[in-house]
């Protein structure tokens, strides 16, 4: 039943609160018959996803709401398992380089920058690991887990725990620069968003339906600009949580909330150029002056990113809980809860292509090659990664 995902997906404060959205959302499921994942429907296939070669790195991905991503740099890929593994392989063939056990459970993805990869543990520390055979370079404790991907900038690690504290780290020693508090409300998802790196600013999705725009160097929050507003009679109903990442392109931010909206941020003039409500926790997508998002009951949507017109609305994929749509060509890269991946047009969303990677499901997004962008390569849930490239009839 759906509600368990949503349930995985709840951060608490106190026990009655728990009580509170568990009952309500119990009573969603039970007054409800349409709660099951749709099924797939067959369509005319435009061309067909060819597997290049296929790997697994041991372990699986853990719980719905653990951030596990795959990482690229240069010609090799790394990733990493729940159960403490991670492995850099190359992307032209998924031979290892290397994969080491580190014996801790991990809960977020591995991210490279030209020295190291870093990777959280389940009690709160990150971990950096030396790029070139895997061995540990240094630890940084949090006061709380780790369960959003960090992002690795020219000289620093920055990351958001789950209390809501954003953290800044010397990349070279692990040394802790700075920690900004942010608070977050008494029932919020199980999740943060992933921090985004722009030019002489860091941007932070919170838990209050806000963004923090942080300067780098100082963590001084300038501004707080807010995606949705809390509205509701109940904790569940006022949940507003920030957790996709943004996306950036010509100095506007688009953003979106769980329970809230789509939101146009002209950065330049710090005003909201247009506003959609939606609902999500998936990053936002762009590409051909489109936004693209996921939505928590995985529908599929494009907006004209110059006024936030709906163009079109995939429900074929309706509570498959998707992962977060991946521009791939003039298509996007879709999978879902049983496994599929799913390749759809940027035009109109049309289904154009679907292969089943693995019956463990997908949560993970597409990467698709930094270098040859006609391939991007998926991992599946219980650990095991292939690459693709779509043939066109």
């Known amino acids: 039943m759906q509600f368990l995902q949503y349930l995985q997906r709840l951060r608490c404060r106190s026990l009655s609160v728990f009580l509170l959205a568990l009952v309500a959302v119990l009573y969603g499921c039970s007054s409800s018959r349409t709660l099951e994942p ?7 296939a435009e061309g067909k996803l060819k597997v290049l070669w296929s790997a697994n790195i041991k372990g699986d991905l853990g719980e719905y709401y653990h951030q596990f991503r795959l990482a690229q740099d240069g010609q090799y890929l790394y990733a990493a398992s729940k159960d403490g593994y991670v492995a850099k392989l190359d992307k032209s063939s998924g031979d290892k380089a290397w994969r080491v056990d580190l014996d801790q459970v991990l809960t977020t993805a ?13 009690s709160g520390t990150l971990l950096a690991l030396d790029k070139a055979n895997g061995e540990q370079q240094w630890a940084a404790q949090l006061r709380s887990e780790l369960i959003s991907v960090p992002v690795a900038s020219a000289n620093a690690v ?22 900004v508090d942010t608070n977050i409300p008494a029932l919020s998802l199980r999740g943060n968003a992933r921090p985004v790196m722009m030019p002489q600013l860091l941007v932070v999705g919170l838990a209050n339906g806000k963004l923090a725009l942080i300067n780098p160097d100082s963590g001084q929050i300038f501004a707080e600009p807010r995606v949705a507003m809390a509205d509701g009679d109940t904790e569940v109903e006022r949940m507003v949580d920030v957790d996709g990442a943004p996306a950036f392109k010509d100095g506007k931010l688009y953003a979106v909330s769980f ?12 005003k909201v150029e247009w506003d959609k409500p939606a609902s999500s926790f998936q990053d936002v997508a762009f590409d051909f002056d489109t936004v693209y998002i996921a939505t928590a009951d995985s529908l ?4 004209n ?12 994929l309706l509570r498959r809980r998707i992962t977060a749509a991946v521009p791939y060509s003039s298509y996007l890269v879709v999978s879902d809860l049983d496994g599929y991946i799913h390749l759809l047009s940027q035009l109109d969303g049309r289904f154009i292509a679907r292969k089943k990677i693995h019956g463990s499901g997908v949560k993970s997004p597409a990467l698709v090659d930094l270098v040859d962008n006609t391939v991007f390569f998926i991992m599946a849930n219980n650990g095991s990664i292939k690459a693709y490239r779509y043939l066109a009839d």
């Open 38 to 44: 749709v099924e797939l429907e067959s369509f005319d």
């Open 110 to 122: 591995a991210v490279v920058d030209d020295m190291h990869v870093y990777i959280a543990t389940e």
């Open 158 to 179: 920055f990351a958001q725990a789950s209390n809501g504290d954003i953290y800044k780290f010397d990349r070279r020693s692990g040394e802790q620069l700075w920690r």
């Open 259 to 270: 329970q809230g909206q789509l939101v146009a941020l002209n950065m330049q003039q710090g």
């Open 300 to 303: 599929l949507q494009g907006y």
């Open 305 to 316: 990113a110059r006024n936030g017109e709906l163009k079109w609305s995939q429900d074929g």
